[in-house]
């Protein structure tokens, strides 16, 4: 596709998506009312008040708007064309942020300027964006032509997340990941997102799930084993369309299943592990002996697929002992409930959910929340002022919070949809992307059913660089949505 200008090009602000821009500021409004009442104490402070939250926030917010309404009036081609120097100047920023930021309770995230704090992984977010877009609207780019182009695409997100990690701040980093969706809707497998829901299932089973159960096996371990067998037999059916081997591989693995019952009947001692791990290589070398017999290549999915997850299973123990941090170890003992820690880790959480629940259906009152106005639930006014929301405002003002963000979802896929360029589809897919994760994750670990990883809300969070980082993203969308009229197919 190539990109030209029509002779009349439209007002920006007349081919605009006001319907976005009205949502935006709706949420941002609701999100300087809602900080007030996080940081409200009694001491009848206006929301004016620069040297309170709210005051801060409402400068954050005016900054936001000339940002967004400068980045309107910008060429929409000079995004496109400044891509990657963008995102090369925000990796070198991150760099050295590594080196130059303040350790800020244990993260070396925040480059400090005077009273001014900024985190540059904020607007890596778009940078990152752009730079995938520009990737995919490379001439005759396509995502499954050679593996080279998986490779490529990954090191784009990859680079960032490294960067972030070593700043020791998991949360950000993790937000990263969520582009991985962009690539599935350019053509990525589904086995990729199956791939991403098995690890986290089996991650949660090895873990919750560590007790003894039979034959040196533990409970998780035998779960996991059993739906790796489970899985490798419908891959052999429904991918490899093999039904004679399929067959006869499930009939092997309940013939190993009845041997192992009528030894234990017999109290003869049998090596679970041992006995499970040989009847699955045993299926694996029939299966590879057919694979070269009929030359069905497919078959190696369904081999790669049984060594790759036991090989996932047997790492979990020493990724999650050695690799994870005491903190984050102990945050997700708690979210599994194998610990309960509320006066530690999990009181954050615990209180949080305190409040959600006090608010009832239609909640208590416009500041007459007690557990907020008490100072219960720490960094209320940041990464847990959802639970302010659903204090005050009760079930009916969460929900009104939720659909509208869903609202604004819906209509950011809308928008990205009826995009003719690649550059502005896989842009705005980026955004959405980061919107939903952000929102999904930042909802689930206030009512306890995600893991504290302290990423912002997006809108409602206090802070200028989560707010500028999201406006930024937002409106050069928008920039890019609203220049959709100037380009020919």
Same mark, same amino acid.
């Given at each position: 596709m190539e990109l030209r200008s029509t002779d009349k090009s439209p007002s920006v602000f007349r081919s605009l998506d006001w319907v976005t821009v009205i949502l935006y500021i709706l949420l941002v409004a609701a999100g300087a009312v809602s900080i007030y009442a996080a940081s409200y104490d009694f001491d009848q402070a206006s929301?004016?008040?620069?040297?309170?939250? &709210? %005051?801060?926030? !409402?400068?954050? @917010?005016? =900054? #936001?708007?000339?940002?967004?309404?400068?980045?309107?009036?910008?060429?929409?081609?000079?995004?496109?064309?400044?891509?990657?120097?963008?995102?090369?100047?925000?990796?070198?920023?991150?760099?050295?942020?590594?080196?130059?930021?303040?350790?800020?309770?244990?993260?070396?995230?925040?480059?400090?300027?005077?009273?001014?704090?900024?985190?540059?992984?904020?607007?890596?977010?778009?940078?990152?964006?752009?730079?995938?877009?520009?990737?995919?609207?490379?001439?005759?780019?396509?995502?499954?032509?050679?593996?080279?182009?998986?490779?490529?695409?990954?090191?784009?997100?990859?680079?960032?997340?490294?960067?972030?990690?070593?700043?020791?701040?998991?949360?950000?980093?993790?937000?990263?990941?969520?582009?991985?969706?962009?690539?599935?809707?350019?053509?990525? &497998? %589904?086995?990729? !997102?199956?791939? @991403?829901? =098995? #690890?986290?299932?089996?991650?949660?089973?090895?873990?919750?799930?560590?007790?003894?159960?039979?034959?040196g096996l533990s409970t998780g371990e035998f779960m996991v084993l059993t739906i790796i067998c489970i899985i490798y037999c419908l891959l052999l059916i429904f991918y490899c369309k093999d039904f004679i081997i399929a067959r006869n591989v499930t009939v092997g693995f309940i013939a190993a299943g009845t041997i192992v019952t009528i030894l234990l009947l017999c109290n003869v001692p049998v090596n679970g592990r041992l006995f499970f791990l040989l009847t699955i290589a045993a299926a694996l070398i029939y299966t590879a002996l057919a694979m070269l017999r009929h030359r069905i290549s497919k078959f190696v999915v369904a081999i790669g697929f049984v060594v790759v997850s036991i090989g996932f299973l047997y790492s979990v123990n020493y990724v999650f002992d050695k690799v994870l941090q005491p903190h984050q170890q102990t945050r997700i003992l708690v979210l599994l409930g194998i610990e309960d820690d509320i006066r530690g880790v999990g009181y954050n959480v615990n209180q949080s959910k305190i409040a959600i629940g006090s608010g009832g259906m239609s909640g208590k009152g416009f500041l007459n929340g007690t557990q907020t106005k008490l100072k219960y639930v720490p960094e209320q006014h940041t990464d847990f002022i959802f639970c302010t929301i659903g204090e005050e405002e009760g079930f009916i003002g969460s929900a009104a919070v939720l659909v509208t963000f869903l609202i604004l979802i819906l209509r950011l896929i809308h928008i990205a949809e009826r995009q003719k360029s690649t550059f502005s589809r896989v842009y705005s897919y980026c955004v959405v992307s980061l919107l939903i994760f952000h929102v999904c994750i930042n909802v689930g670990m206030v009512i306890g059913l995600c893991p504290v990883i302290g990423i912002p809300l997006p809108f409602f969070s206090y802070g200028g660089s989560s707010l500028w980082g999201f406006t930024i993203l937002l409106f050069i969308m928008l920039r890019l949505d609203a220049a959709r009229k100037e380009i020919r197919d």
């Open positions: 929301i004016f008040d620069f040297a309170e939250f &709210s %005051g801060k926030q !409402l400068r954050w @917010i005016g =900054l #936001s708007f000339i940002i967004g309404f400068i980045i309107l009036l910008m060429d929409y081609r000079m995004y496109e064309a400044y891509a990657y120097p963008i995102y090369g100047v925000v990796i070198l920023v991150l760099i050295a942020t590594v080196f130059l930021s303040p350790n800020i309770h244990g993260s070396h995230s925040w480059l400090v300027f005077g009273p001014v704090s900024l985190q540059p992984a904020e607007f890596g977010k778009f940078a990152t964006s752009l730079a995938l877009a520009k990737l995919f609207d490379s001439y005759n780019f396509n995502l499954n032509a050679k593996p080279s182009n998986y490779f490529r695409a990954l090191i784009i997100i990859l680079v960032p997340i490294c960067i972030i990690l070593c700043q020791k701040e998991t949360g950000s980093a993790l937000v990263y990941l969520s582009l991985v969706f962009v690539l599935y809707r350019e053509g990525m &497998s %589904g086995f990729v !997102l199956s791939a @991403i829901f =098995l #690890s986290v299932l089996f991650f949660v089973l090895a873990v919750k799930y560590m007790d003894p159960l039979i034959m």
